[in-house]
């Protein structure tokens, strides 16, 4: 252990800061100085000041950043971050520094703030997704390496963490519910319009008898079909008893459409039927199955939509409850798949299908994002264990004890990556609402990896961190 009076107080250190170079021990020392002065009182003043300096910083990073890469590649110039700040500040003055813990946090919030524009979520929503959560994170996890080589890489995970940890699902259950309206009032006012459509009683006679013989003759029978000619006996009695109307055969057709996805013949028997209820209500009410085929295409969007956000749901369950609840892309792949394999898969047109298997597949950046994220250790338990047992051992050695931090980095990126594959099946469910007649107006979020690397380079800028030296 080593002494050093600071501030005229005596501080024991411990022998790691005797290998640090002279910079990191007189940063140490500078932190220590902080440390021991009576923290100035936390005032709504204050955490604004120290807010809107994090904001100016933050946006000073980004514009700086190409300088920052340049200066670490070797290449010195005077177009880093620190340049443009030390320029600015011979008109402003010295930047206001934080004085107190509570103003720390409000002002690495502050530097996230230029990550808040663009993208289709409210105001409130990017505040709190892109700014708050993970300037939090990183401002916790910089002040709890405060003062050792591990501080900087904290900074970035935490950034990493808490940003991409922000939304836990691509929601898809509001966007069901605006598809379901469209097609359902359309069949309601079908339904009633066509009730000032009356037809004899021998329309619906003669056709429940049509369409039970055809049956009959192809083998679905009452033995094997015994909902399917439950329903043909129900289209030979009119809502109302000697009134038979057109609104009969919309409700018949919506009766036998309910049969669709039965597994056994009472789904042929469905087909038959429909096929020709369709041809007596257009003969009877010409440009009412126009209507109706307009409908039918909006409630498939429907429930093709709340299929997916069903499994998008389970999966997360799922995820949550196995060990370090980091698999949630994985498990809504796989969860999709069985969609698409099962018997709800099998209505699925052409182009939803191609949309579902798209998010399967999953794209390069995923892909890469997730490899990355293995590499270094992201999948947490023993793996990251292991890993950070190891780069701190190694580091070590090598002058580099942060490297121990890498599984933090790891586990941001694999977030991200699951960030990315939610992302996707939301993009699927919103392509395959765009294909309703209804279709709400829709915009795609922002990505996430775009996202990420915009809070790690402003994490790495931040305090002096690993881009701005």
Known sequence: ??????????????????????EQQNATVDEIAKSLKPSAPVTA????????????????GLAGLPGDVANLAGYKNNFGSQNIQKFL?????SFYQPQNTAEKYANTVGSFLPTVA?????????????????????????????????????RVGGALVGGAGAIKSAATKDLAAELKTGPQNSYSSLTSRNVATPIAQSELDNLAGDIRTTL????????????????????????????????????????????????????????????????????????????????????????AVEALDKKLARADLQAAGEHSGLNVGNRIKQNLQSFVNSGQGKYLSEQNRASVEKVIRGTLPQKATRFASNLLGGGGGLGSTVLGVGAGVGGTELGHPELAALPIAGV??????????????????????????????????????????LRALIAAQSNGGLLSK
């Open 1 to 22: 252990m080593a002494t050093l009076n600071i501030e005229g107080q005596s501080v024991q250190v411990d022998d790691s800061f005797l290998k640090l170079s002279p």
């Open 45 to 60: 003043g204050g955490l604004a000041k120290a807010a809107g300096v994090g904001a100016a910083e933050g946006a000073i």
């Open 89 to 93: 500040e011979k008109y402003t003055g």
């Open 118 to 154: 663009g993208g289709p979520e409210t105001i409130a929503t990017k505040l709190f997704t892109r700014a708050i959560l993970p300037g939090v994170a990183s401002e916790a996890a910089g002040q709890v390496a405060a003062g050792t080589p591990y501080e900087n890489v904290a």
């Open 216 to 303: 009959n003759k192809e083998g679905i029978r009452p033995s094997v079909a015994g909902s399917a000619h439950a329903a043909i006996d129900e289209l030979n009695t009119p809502a109302t008893a000697g009134a038979a109307d057109v609104a009969d055969l919309v409700a018949a057709r919506q009766n036998f459409k309910q049969l669709l996805g039965s597994p056994d013949a009472n789904k042929a028997g469905a087909v038959k039927a429909i096929e020709k209820i369709d041809a007596a209500i257009e003969r009877l009410s010409p440009g009412t199955m126009a209507e109706l085929k307009k409908a039918d295409q909006g409630w498939a969007a429907y429930r």
């Open 412 to 453: 941001g990126l694999r977030m991200a990556s699951n960030r990315m594959v939610q992302r996707s099946a939301a993009n699927a469910a919103r392509q395959i609402a765009s294909r309703s007649p209804y279709a709400p107006s829709m915009s795609n979020p922002s990505s996430p990896l775009a996202q990420a690397i």
